[in-house]
């Protein structure tokens, strides 16, 4: 994503200059929304947008 935005945003970007232990994310929602199309559309584009990040999709648990 960063690799995107310098060119196009005048940005530069930068290594972190320290080592930082690994960054562990994680999402978490109401079983209310987990069949929602929509919700499920965000979710995945914010696993898409997380790459490496090992974020695995949830088991099934909508309506067949």
């Given at each position: 994503?960063?690799?995107?935005?310098?060119?196009?945003?005048?940005?530069h970007v930068f290594d972190v200059?320290?080592?930082?232990?690994?960054?562990?994310?994680?999402?978490?929602?109401?079983?209310?929304?987990?069949?929602?199309?929509?919700?499920?559309?965000?979710r995945e584009r914010t696993r898409?947008?997380?790459?490496?990040?090992?974020?695995?999709?949830?088991?099934?648990?909508?309506?067949?």
């Amino acid at each position: 994503m960063a690799g995107e935005l310098p060119g196009s945003l005048g940005l530069h970007v930068f290594d972190v200059p320290l080592a930082l232990p690994p960054l562990v994310l994680g999402m978490a929602w109401h079983p209310r929304t987990d069949a929602d199309p929509a919700q499920r559309w965000f979710r995945e584009r914010t696993r898409e947008a997380v790459p490496g990040s090992g974020a695995q999709p949830a088991a099934d648990t909508g309506p067949s």
